[in-house]
């Protein structure tokens, strides 16, 4: 039996306690919603399935709920010590959180349920890092220009991946160069750095803007440098298709270069605001 349900809880868990499950693994919520409401029906049954087998078997249903009283603990769900018994102290406190988090109340272990467990640990792990100011040279601006900042979404941040780029272009190569370091908050946070090279299409005495770059998987964008005052965009098509790209939502993005503690300072209350979603605290 391949143990869905037992790695998408206890990988979240046991990971964070130094237990080592290995790499984290796509949940459900990151299927793809065009013909992924399909791929996420068929995902849930399977859950489902497994969760019923999983029944059958008393040490790895044990697991599970050990996990399940983990997290509920963590939430201020009053459970503990942790036996790995759905008795009735974990059945009313799952009955409680399901009630405050809008699930069909049921005062038991189900998919919908363990999966918004993780989601709201993930809430509780995420990274807030310090980002580095906006910064901007353009005195030369007829030669060159370099920028450095944070990315923002325009509509504001909502996604779990903070970017922090500078951005230098030479008039003379016609070329932007893009050196751009990425937190990918989740399970497991981990650090990219790459480099995009954008090829110029216009620069003139107001603005810069690029070439569609075509070199990020799933994505086509265009760079927009304002020069008075500077303002960098960046604009995003994502592309789902076939393959690697099939779980990706297809949407336009519009991204802006802004100030890292700024941005440092919005994500700390949004944050704030969501733990205190979380957590059962006594009135």
């Known amino acids: 039996m391949s143990h869905m349900l037992m790695t998408i809880l206890m990988l979240l868990t046991f990971s964070q306690l130094g237990f080592g499950f290995g790499p984290p693994i796509a949940l459900a919520s990151d299927a793809p919603t065009n ?3 399909n791929s996420a029906t068929a995902m849930k049954q399977k859950a489902d399935q497994e969760l019923a087998m999983l029944r059958k078997n008393p040490k ?47 005062g038991d272990v189900n998919f919908e349920t363990l ?5 709201d640990d ?15 040279r353009n005195d030369d601006w007829d030669k060159w220009i370099d920028v450095q900042g944070s990315w923002m979404l325009k509509e504001g941040n909502n996604d779990d991946v903070l970017r922090t780029s500078r951005i230098t272009c030479m008039r003379e190569f016609q070329r932007c160069i893009d050196s751009t370091a990425s937190l990918v908050n989740g399970s497991a946070p981990y650090l990219k750095v790459h480099t995009h090279v954008y090829d110029i299409k216009e620069w003139d005495d107001h603005k810069i803007v690029s070439l569609p770059y075509d070199g990020e998987g799933c994505a086509i964008s265009i760079l927009r440098i304002s ?15 076939p393959g690697a790209c099939v779980k990706v939502k297809a949407e336009d993005r519009q991204y802006v270069l802004d100030d890292g503690p700024k941005i440092y300072q919005v994500l700390k209350v949004q944050k704030s605001a969501a733990i ?6 006594a009135q």
């Open 35 to 37: 013909p992924a409401n």
């Open 60 to 106: 790895e249903f044990r697991t599970l709920v050990t996990g399940v009283q983990i997290f509920l603990g963590r939430f201020g769900y009053g459970v503990g010590p942790f036996t790995g018994q759905l008795d009735e102290a974990t059945k009313q406190a799952l009955t409680t959180y399901q009630k405050k988090t809008g699930l069909s109340v049921t």
């Open 115 to 119: 999966q918004r467990l993780t989601e």
């Open 122 to 136: 993930q809430v509780l792990n995420r990274i807030v890092p310090y980002l580095p100011p906006f910064q901007s």
């Open 227 to 241: 020069k008075n005052p500077v303002v960098v965009t960046r604009f995003v098509s994502l592309q789902s298709s």
């Open 276 to 281: 205190q979603q979380i957590l059962q605290v």
